[in-house]
């Protein structure tokens, strides 16, 4: 059987300089802040993308995310005394998980699920990479997939890149450690977002200073027949 041809880049290795180490160093010092003070709340959460991954950049993002489904209350006591700079739900699609997001200074976003998530929405965050605390801590870094479709690979000196193209499903959902389903999802979603420069948000909707994100989710579920069928499966 003939190999499918790589289009979203080629394989190579890539080396990362003094620079490069010390913005991840950064990076990472970010998030084990953030994710220390959510699990001395008893808030485990994991961080994911490129922080994970080891590959990232002066302009990447600190995604942190906490799996099971907690009471925003908790979560922004643990996080007291930080700057907010906005609060929102989102929702990818009218199917996908309804999340709320804080975001933070720094590039850094704490995002939680306001629905239970069903299987493949947490393996979501295994196929980008996904770190917990004490992983962190241990300076390890973990495989991933970014927004290009290639396959970052982490070994000491830097990353290999693998355009997943080039991967058969099965060995990539043994790397990634997941099901080939969200694997077939995400190819889908990333190679829209390649060929329109944008896949599209269902839900993005800012959250009022003085209401909880569970109160202002069953406000707007209400009026929104796609919210309340989420809410209830």
Not at 39 to 51: A, D, L, M, N, R
Not at 65 to 86: M, N, Q, W
Request: aromatic share 8%.
């Amino acid at each position: 059987m003939r190999r499918k041809t790589a289009t979203f880049g080629e394989r190579r290795k890539v080396f990362y300089s003094p620079e490069r180490w010390e913005i991840l160093r950064k990076k990472r010092k970010r998030a084990i802040e953030i994710m220390g003070r959510l699990e001395s709340h008893s808030i485990p959460s994991i961080v994911y993308g490129s922080v994970a991954r080891g590959d990232a950049t002066l302009q990447s993002d600190v995604d942190i995310f906490i799996p099971r489904k907690t009471p925003s209350y908790l979560i922004e006591v643990a996080l007291d005394g930080l700057s907010f700079i906005h609060r929102k739900i989102v929702q990818a699609t009218p199917n996908y998980a309804i999340k709320g997001e804080i975001v933070l200074e720094d590039n850094t976003t704490v995002s939680f699920p306001l629905v239970d998530l069903k299987s493949r929405e947490i393996e979501f965050y295994n196929f980008g990479g996904a770190l917990d605390l004490k992983s962190l801590l241990e300076e390890k870094r973990t495989p991933g997939v970014d927004k290009r479709l290639m396959l970052i690979l982490p070994f000491d000196e830097g990353h290999e890149e693998v355009p997943i193209l080039d991967l058969d499903d099965l060995v990539l959902s043994k790397i990634l450690n997941t099901g080939i389903e969200i694997i077939e999802e995400r190819k889908r979603v990333l190679e829209k977002r390649r060929e329109t420069g944008r896949t599209g948000v269902f839900l993005n909707v800012s959250v009022p200073d003085d209401e909880s994100f569970e109160s202002y989710l069953e406000r707007m579920a209400k009026r929104n027949p796609a919210l309340r069928r989420r809410l209830t499966e």
